[in-house]
């Protein structure tokens, strides 16, 4: 499919996801994450594993990921800075559905916090995957033209403001996807992504990336070395 | 009575919550002081597990498991504790995340190391109205109020909540602490709120210190 302003919107569902590995250490640490590879240590971490090992085989039923997204101008979207003049941005949104976040939202009711905290950080994990995975398609497009993508921006992340999250929904029809948005700007699912990539022979870089190199909170738990 | 104690820490810093219950039992089996235990064991077990997790050596999982065998111990001695020897009040607060806004999770959390830490915790969940936070707070004789916002266009509320204390004339009496991922101390400054917590561990300390 060639990536052409004007294009119709393309739905994708029915693809299946691995929760994203890095997410996953980042919400819930590294040595509870490494699954496998060394000795699960003490009963607290044995226990801590183990619910996340229960969230992991659990979620493979509750993740329903789909996604959408078109081509557009940069003027059309409120981007952030520098995104009004470019001349092809993908946009997209997608999601993993509601059936997981309403299984956390009974395990915190219920007092079973450690489950459903698992739950919810393999659910950001699963809608990080679902947005890299829709991100990939749409660089497949690209690179079929000779053009590359530039890193994902979000609404609500670095400088773009959150607000610009409703130009979006009016662009796209996320209500195919089973996405909508609140009045204060928010998603529902909330395990849900939205984001826009510059599409060129020499994408734009972004002032958000390296976000942790250039963060000056040294001792931060979810620090990761190697952003 | 020195090495139950420092078993009774441990059971919370290592998030062992059948432990905690056996270790609380025994407590009252062996007629230790309910309070000593508490204060001296189980609660400065919930602390240490509040201080490494400010240090980064612990991850969420461990706060919130750290925080569950805590709840274990209370349920078994809150009885022994509300018949005899009067409790230790730290305060009561009224917490939920504002209108508007379905974040639930870190608001939980806040609520559920409060709690672990022997405040009285009356949790509304999340999307809560304005007026309810204040209804709940006058209600349950509240000494403070939590308001969590998750999003920039909901942040705003949380200074409604404090204009609506104004109005019914509770400002001096109600406190109002407010956190989530888009505030921060010039934000609680701004609005007149009287602190800010960045997170679970910090509104504990922010609710102990200010709590006269």
Sequence with gaps: ?227 | MKEHLEQCMQAIVDGDSPKAAELAKASLDKGYPVLEVIEKGFARGIREVGRLWEEGELFLPELVIGAEAMKKAMEVLRPALEAGEAAEKLGRVVIGTIEGDIHDIGKTLVATMLSANGFEVTDLGADVPVKRFVDEAEKTGADWIAVSALLTTTMPGQKRVIDELASRSLRGKIRVMVGGAPCSKEWAAEIGADGYAGDAVAAVALARQKTA
């Design chain 1, 1 to 227: 499919m060639a990536v052409i302003l004007g294009m119709k919107p393309v739905v994708l569902e029915g693809f299946s996801v691995e929760p994203e590995q890095r997410e996953l250490v980042k919400l819930l640490g590294e040595r509870h994450v490494r699954v496998g590879e060394e000795d699960p240590g003490d009963a607290k971490a044995a226990k801590i594993k183990e619910a996340i090992a229960k969230a992991l085989a659990d979620a493979r039923s509750l993740i329903e990921p789909k996604g959408i997204y078109e081509i557009v101008t940069g003027g059309e979207i409120e981007g952030p800075p520098g995104f009004a003049e470019l001349e092809r941005v993908a946009i997209c949104i997608c999601t993993i559905g509601m059936a997981l976040e309403e299984t956390v939202k009974a395990a915190i009711g219920a007092g079973r916090m450690l489950e459903g905290i698992a739950l919810d950080a393999v659910g950001s994990a699963a809608a990080e995957a679902v947005a890299r995975y829709m991100n990939d398609r749409i660089d497949e497009t690209a690179a079929a033209e000779g053009l590359r993508t530039s890193c994902r921006a979000s609404p609500g992340y670095g400088d773009w403001d959150v607000g610009g999250q409703r130009r979006l929904f009016d662009l796209l029809p996320a209500e195919r996807i089973g996405v909508t948005l609140t009045p204060g700007a928010m998603m529902v699912p909330r395990k849900s992504v939205s984001f826009a990539v510059h599409i060129d022979r020499n994408p734009v870089r972004l002032r958000s990336e390296n976000s942790c190199r250039n963060c000056d909170m040294d001792t931060c738990p979810y620090r990761l070395d190697d952003e």
